[in-house]
């Protein structure tokens, strides 16, 4: 009998040898550090600076019913979701031509732009649509609201101007400036 | 109190932190408008710069004696710049179709008359309400057009060949251009 107690006692010296095993273990820590980004550009040159527009006018029936451009396509990429606001760099066009003194052609009432595409996810700010032409300033007006987050958010714009009758030839220039801001 | 304006300063100054660091990008595009200098006149009445044919049909002594008249005839300048009017007939004489050989000489500039019934345009006309003649030496009529994209004007013809020439068709082309100054 003493020697079974004495077996049993060896045994479970065994195991606490066994429980006894050298280790080691190493962490790391992974910080992902991101910075809120976003950038605006125009897909056609993949630029912040944008192609001109050049809108000829020609005939009669273009100083009539104006001149619209073509499609202008932007792109967003965002890390949080985004609004775009839209304005021109000055209250009035600069004149290259002719005519002394030069004539004062205001954006506002000639210029005039809408959506002609939405792929952001968000909506197209009143008074801004993608049917008919609303005017620009050279005040900031919303354009797009709550453009979701993403890595392609385009949107399309196009341009209409109806100087009417009232000006002479030349080359009537502005820039129109448009700003992503993350919300 | 003083506190509370404390408070509420760094509040607003926070806000306004916060809100200024929110990230945002800008892209510019220049807008070009190129306006060529352009004019155009047509009749009102088919919108085309080629008008109905005006027939005065002579069929009385009353209306060899006393002349006739057309109907007003609207037309309209359309133009980014002033402008000026003229007008001309496209031969000195009317040309003839008919029986009568040789063909009757019929001067344009003793026969046929106009004179403008209505003046939109802006201008200053030398035929307003009054009749002067038509030849085939163009001859400004108004001056001073304003610019605009509906500058019109009504004519009225007026025809008195006397007693002078035989039965048939005399016809002229009338010609109007609008000039910018």
């Known amino acids: ?183 | 109190m003083k506190k509370i304006l404390l408070f509420t300063a760094v509040l607003v100054l926070l806000a306004a932190a916060v809100r200024a660091q929110n990230p945002s990008s800008a892209a510019s595009q220049t807008t070009n408008l190129n306006l060529t200098d352009a004019i155009d006149i047509t009749f009102v009445a088919n919108n085309s710069a080629t008008g109905a044919a005006v027939n005065f049909a002579f069929n009385t002594v009353n209306d060899y004696a006393n002349g006739l008249e057309s109907a007003p005839i609207q037309m309209r300048v359309r133009s980014n710049k002033m402008f000026n009017l003229s007008v001309k007939s496209s031969n000195a004489y009317f040309t003839y179709s008919g029986t009568t050989s040789p063909a009757p000489q019929m001067y344009v500039g003793s026969v046929l008359y106009f004179k403008m019934t209505q003046n939109n345009t802006g201008g200053w006309s030398w035929v307003n309400n009054r009749y002067d003649y038509i030849d085939h030496i163009n001859w400004t009529f108004l001056y001073y057009g304003v610019n605009g994209g509906d500058q019109n004007f009504t004519i009225v013809y007026r025809a008195t060949p006397g007693f002078t020439f035989p039965a048939g068709t005399y016809t002229t082309d009338v010609i109007y251009t609008a000039t910018q100054l």
């Open chain 1, 1 to 183: 009998m003493k020697k079974v107690i004495a077996i049993a006692a060896l045994s479970i010296v065994g195991f606490a040898s066994k429980a006894q095993s050298v280790s080691s273990t190493a962490t790391q820590t992974v910080n992902l550090n991101l910075s809120n980004a976003i950038e605006l550009t125009f897909t056609g040159n993949n630029s912040a600076t944008g192609a001109a527009v050049n809108l000829a006018f020609n005939t009669v029936n273009d100083y009539a019913n104006g001149v619209e451009s073509a499609a202008q396509q932007l792109k967003v990429r965002s890390n949080k979701k985004f609004g775009v606001s839209v304005k021109t760099s000055a209250a009035n066009f600069s004149y290259t031509g002719s005519t002394t003194p030069a004539p004062t052609m205001p954006v506002s009432g000639v210029l005039g732009l809408k959506v002609s595409a939405n792929g952001t996810g968000g909506t197209i700010a009143t008074p801004f649509s993608a049917t008919a032409y609303n005017g620009l300033s050279a005040t900031a007006a919303n354009l797009i609201s709550n453009g979701l987050n993403g890595g392609n958010q385009t949107f399309s714009v196009m341009y209409e101007a109806t100087p009417g009758f009232t000006y002479p030839a030349g080359t009537y220039t502005v820039d129109v400036v448009y700003t992503a801001t993350q919300l």
